[in-house]
């Protein structure tokens, strides 16, 4: 099965694909989370697009869909499917993701549309942070580390903040998921391939209406 996880920033996207990859064995594709190991690792492209990133603005059609290609061509993990998060984030990289799918045989199930309202989204953002070591996500309210300061997963102790995680490039992320994200609602609305969730509750909560989302489509 291969679904969409579409959200404004800190709706969860992340957090739920984790979820999914453990429980299902999917393979998650999130754009954010190639541009920036390209940013981490100084490729050309990383430092072309570092900027843009900390700004909180979007990264080029062209870059972002010349990821998702090379992920696809690969086919790696196919077999439980895909969990595109972050991507797709225009109209045009919409329609590249149809015509990449089909290229690779496969096709698009379902589009899960997590709603968050603006307030929460600021405070699940400015709360993040993630164990430098293994990369577990936290948050100082609603997901903090069993013990205090130390990483549960990896028992590391270097934590690191999202250098877009702060109220400026945030106003400037939620503004361009306004203009140019949020018109794919009505775009997978058309084609009949929605489902919208609240994505306000707890995460066990948004969870099990993913699953149910899943279950009308599988
Ligand atoms: P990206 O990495 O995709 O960031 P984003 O869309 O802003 O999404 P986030 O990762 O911030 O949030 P999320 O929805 O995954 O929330 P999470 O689960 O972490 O993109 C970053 C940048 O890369 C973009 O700004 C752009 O520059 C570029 N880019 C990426 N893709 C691109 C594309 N396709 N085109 C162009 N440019 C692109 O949760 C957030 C926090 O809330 C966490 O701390 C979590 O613990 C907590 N939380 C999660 N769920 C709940 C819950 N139910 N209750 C309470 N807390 C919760």
């Known amino acids: 099965m291969n679904i969409i996880l579409l959200g404004p ?9 984790g979820f999914l990859v453990a429980e299902r064995g999917m393979v998650q ?40 290609e090379e992920q696809l061509a690969g086919g790696e993990g196919s077999g439980s499917g895909f969990i595109f998060d972050g991507f797709p984030r225009t109209l045009a990289q919409a329609d590249a993701l149809a015509v990449l799918l ?19 989204l600021v405070k699940r953002i400015t709360g993040r942070f993630t164990c430098g070591g293994c990369g577990t996500g936290y948050h100082e309210e609603f997901k903090k580390p069993v013990k205090d300061g130390v990483c549960d997963k990896c028992g590391g ?9 702060n109220e400026e490039s945030l106003k400037t992320r939620l503004m361009a998921y306004y203009k140019e994200t949020s018109p794919l609602i009505g775009y997978y609305y058309a084609k009949d391939q929605l ?4 994505g306000l509750g707890t995460m066990e909560a948004v969870a099990s209406d993913i699953t149910k989302a899943l279950s009308k489509v599988s």
Do not use: W
């Open 9 to 17: 920033p800190g709706a969860g996207k992340g957090t739920q694909a």
């Open 195 to 198: 489902q919208s969730i609240d």
């Open 102 to 120: 089909e290229k690779v045989g496969q096709k698009l199930d379902t589009v899960i549309e997590m709603r968050v309202d603006d307030s929460a």
């Open 29 to 68: 594709l999130s754009t954010g989370d190639m541009l920036r190991a390209a940013k981490t690792s100084g490729t050309e492209m990383g430092k072309k697009v570092a900027a843009v990133m900390d700004r909180g603005e979007l990264v080029t059609d062209e870059i972002v869909i010349g990821l998702i």
């Open 157 to 165: 102790s270097d934590f690191k903040k999202r250098a877009d995680d």
